[in-house]
């Protein structure tokens, strides 16, 4: 059974970096897809990233060049590198986890099956 837990968000200013983290206690991240999804205050979730088994990435345009996301599967965890953290930036952020063969990844969050807690980033401007 997967449980995700995400953990490292907080109160950053605009430029500042944030790396989040997204753990499995199920100890089975390695047989899943990971996403991380974001959402604002009156906003519908939106895709941030996300990474195949096997690491390979994909990235909203609006990340694209600012974050980076990758797993440590021996750790059981994957991890979303966010740099130049911009006001917009500003939401609770989620990753999931989708049983997937080794190159897949999706953009669709229906299609993921477990859904980490959230954890809120506040960029100040």
């Known amino acids: 059974q997967v449980q995700l837990v995400e953990s490292g968000g907080g109160l950053v200013q605009a430029g500042d970096s944030l790396r989040l983290s997204c753990t499995d206690s199920?100890?089975?991240?390695?047989?899943?897809?990971v996403g991380w999804f974001r959402q604002a205050p009156g906003k519908e979730r939106e895709f941030v990233g996300a990474?195949?088994?096997?690491?390979?990435?994909t990235y909203a345009d609006s990340v694209k060049g600012r974050f980076t996301i990758s797993r440590a599967n021996s750790e059981n965890t994957a991890y979303l590198e966010m740099s130049s953290l911009k006001p917009e930036d500003t939401a609770v952020y989620y990753c999931?986890?989708?049983?997937?063969?080794?190159?897949?990844?999706?953009?669709?969050?229906?299609?993921?099956?477990?859904w980490g807690q959230g954890t809120q980033v506040t960029v100040s401007s």
């Open positions: 999931a986890a989708k049983f997937a063969r080794p190159m897949e990844q999706s953009t669709k969050r229906e299609e993921y099956d477990y």
């Open positions: 199920g100890r089975t991240l390695r047989n899943y897809a």
């Open positions: 990474i195949s088994r096997i690491g390979i990435s």
